[in-house]
């Protein structure tokens, strides 16, 4: 992959795609990890002399524009953090790449910064139409003129076939960007020669979103690890009563070939051995901890409980590289933020690589109150590191390959 330390940019126009897709409350930026993980590739554009056209979106917003997912907050922070002006075109009508764009990006020159608005303003964006997208990447090309240039550094999209990720890239000179190159180096390390055992653990709320990769990695793991709402789903398929938890009934089947497939293959397969159970879900519901193969019927598990955060530690304790993606539990409320908490606690305690994947588990740690430093890596991607690590093409990072 070419990367932007290749790529001349001095006095040309550089298409950015950037992930900056960060949560939003009440129009207030809660972790702003992603923006300050694309400065230095914006910083070093800057420094030698492009001028920067920044992309990105903001949540889904299904092509309309929704002025509660403007980007306007994000290029507020950005402007701060890099210390310069940044431009935002005041207006997304007449299209994101129209006239308030072509005015916004023509106003700067060399070492100039400008951030369009949400780019899922533009239903061709994220259509499945391959001429609608590859018509507004023409667009977007516009932008840059003559003489533009493509950088691919929105790691946490790589793995959306959109415009601005899949299509602009083919019609420019294009490079990767630091962060992509960091993430995508990181990630290698899990899937070619690594130091054994090999644990990862999964979380989160859905079976469903993890299949994939489930399936790839119970031929790689020494061991999987499985808390989190989706481990109501492996108790369950194992004949377990899951009360009012959450359950992928039309899973069942598919878990229980995993559980199969996990000891024939001599792959230790942790779930939790006992649960915290609460009579509904709310930060102060009354709860007790439970054994995991005895949930009462009308509760909910919410947290997994004291005797698996003690297991879960040990299963990481000899770990040699660990990948660890989804929370253990409702981590945003506090009472059922323990099983998480000691994950990552364990996780720092590793002697060996170990990678923190995605949206919901990194902001969990930083949440809380872990440092980046704490562990290998923290990567940006969610959805983008689960598919790097199914085996899966990821359309961005084949785009910038081509
Ligand atoms: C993310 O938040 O995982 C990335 O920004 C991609 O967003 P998406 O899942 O809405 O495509
Ligand atoms: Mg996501």
Do not use: C
């Amino acid at each position: 992959m070419r990367t932007v330390d290749d790529l001349e940019v001095a006095g040309r126009t550089v298409l950015v795609r950037a992930d900056l897709n960060v949560p939003l409350q009440d129009g207030v930026i809660t972790d702003d990890k992603r923006i300050h993980a694309s400065l230095p590739t914006i910083r070093d554009l800057v420094g030698r002399g492009a001028k920067v056209v920044v992309l990105a979106h903001l949540g889904r917003p299904k092509g309309e524009v929704k002025q509660a997912l403007s980007l306007r907050p994000v290029a507020e922070r950005l402007e701060q953090l890099l210390g310069q002006p940044v431009g935002f075109p005041e207006t997304a009508e007449g299209g994101i790449a129209g006239p308030a764009a072509r005015a916004a990006v023509a106003a700067g020159g060399g070492g100039s910064v400008v951030l369009l608005e949400n780019i899922r303003f533009e239903a061709a964006e994220t259509s499945k139409d391959d001429a609608e997208r590859a018509a507004f990447a023409e667009a977007l090309a516009g932008l840059a003129g003559e003489n533009g240039a493509y950088v691919g550094d929105g790691f946490g999209a790589v793995h959306r076939k959109h415009a601005s990720v899949y299509d602009l890239p083919k019609l420019l000179p294009h490079a990767a960007g630091g962060l992509v190159v960091a993430e995508v180096a990181v990630l290698k390390r899990l899937t070619d020669d690594l130091a054994r055992p090999y644990v990862v653990v999964l979380g989160g709320a859905k079976v469903s979103d993890k299949l994939g990769v489930i399936a790839n990695l119970l031929d790689r793991v020494d061991r999987l690890v499985v808390g989190g709402g989706m481990a109501y789903t492996f108790l369950k398929a194992q004949g377990h009563e899951v009360g009012n938890s959450l359950l992928e009934a039309d899973q069942l089947d598919t878990v229980r070939g995993f559980i199969d497939e996990a000891t024939k293959r001599g792959v230790d397969l942790v779930l939790p051995v006992d649960i915290v159970a609460a009579t509904n879900f709310a930060p102060d519901a009354p709860n007790e901890v439970v054994a995991a193969d005895a949930i009462p019927a009308d509760r909910e598990g919410l947290d997994i409980g004291p005797k698996s955060r003690e297991l879960f530690a040990a299963k990481l304790a000899d770990a040699r590289t660990v990948f660890w993606n989804g929370p253990m539990g409702v981590f945003e409320f506090e009472a059922f933020a323990n099983g998480t908490r000691a994950l990552a606690q364990a996780l720092t305690n590793v002697d060996g690589l170990t990678v923190v994947g995605g949206g919901d588990s990194a902001a969990a740690v930083r949440q809380l109150g872990f440092s980046e430093s704490d562990f290998g890596h923290v990567s940006t991607g969610g959805g983008a590191s689960l598919e790097y690590l199914e085996g899966k093409t990821l359309p961005g990072l084949q785009a910038l390959e081509a």
